[in-house]
């Protein structure tokens, strides 16, 4: 009987392998990478969710792109939290709500039940970073079995918006790995986390995920892998 052909070797990209090989701590985006949850959550539904809290709880002078959300949902929180604490309290409150529920209606992105195994078999820390609630994204991995593979979470907690900012979610991530952040691999999906991550310090790995282009991700210093399955791969490898 003929002997079963060898699976060929992954092929790996030179930059991708470098950037892998000397990441023993891996930080994962929980929207886009792991989840998508934006799409769960539509487009600007927290904003939407805050604006109509505010109209039912009568008028108070407020600039009008706080009052209609158009800076953002944090942009608008952060304002509250200043200037109507009362108010802040009840919108954190229903924007977590929302975030929660459309965490737990998205589904795990394809292959990252490889990706995170794949750190296992390496023995690779994993931190996931996010804006959205703490309380969305744990409760999201204990609801798929992920919490054994994830050593850390960094994301928005109550109204420490400030902790919430990209940056800041990957030098949060580092800290409670316990390592600087120049030890850890930043991966995302979305430009502006990945440019964050590398001004905060740590190396970014761009992954085709929905968010942005290969194009809009990749740069000298940032190499680009096309999904999750050939990051498992070059963790495998490297």
Avoid at 38 to 56: I, K, S, T
Avoid at 109 to 116: H, I, M, S, W, Y
Avoid at 165 to 188: D, K, N
């Amino acid at each position: 009987m003929a002997e079963p052909a060898e699976l060929p070797t992954p092929r790996v990209r030179a930059h991708v392998a470098k950037a892998v090989a000397g990441a023993h701590y891996v930080l994962l985006d929980f929207d886009g990478l792991m989840f998508d949850v934006a799409a769960a959550l539509g487009a600007d539904r927290r904003e939407q969710a805050v604006a109509e809290l505010l109209r039912g709880r009568g008028h108070r002078p407020r600039p009008v792109p706080i009052t209609f959300g158009w800076y953002g949902v944090h942009q608008t929180l952060a304002y509250l939290a200043t200037h109507e604490p009362d108010h802040a309290v009840e919108a954190e409150v229903l924007v977590s709500r929302l975030e929660l529920d459309a965490a737990l209606t998205a589904q795990p992105a394809t292959n990252l039940g490889e990706v995170l195994t794949a750190c296992a078999n390496t023995r690779r820390a994993v931190a996931v970073i996010s804006d959205f609630s703490e309380e969305a994204v744990l409760a999201t991995l204990k609801a798929h079995g992920l919490e054994p593979y994830v050593n850390a979470v960094a994301a928005r907690q109550g109204l420490d918006l400030e902790a919430a900012e990209a940056g800041r979610t990957v030098e949060r991530a580092a800290e409670l790995l316990g390592v600087p952040t120049t030890a850890c691999l930043a991966v995302s999906g979305a430009w502006v986390r990945l440019r964050a991550a590398r001004s905060a310090g740590a190396t970014g790995l761009g992954c085709v995920s929905g968010r942005d282009s290969r194009k809009h991700l990749a740069g000298p210093d940032i190499p680009v892998v096309s999904n999750l399955r050939v990051l498992s791969e070059a963790m495998l490898l490297h």
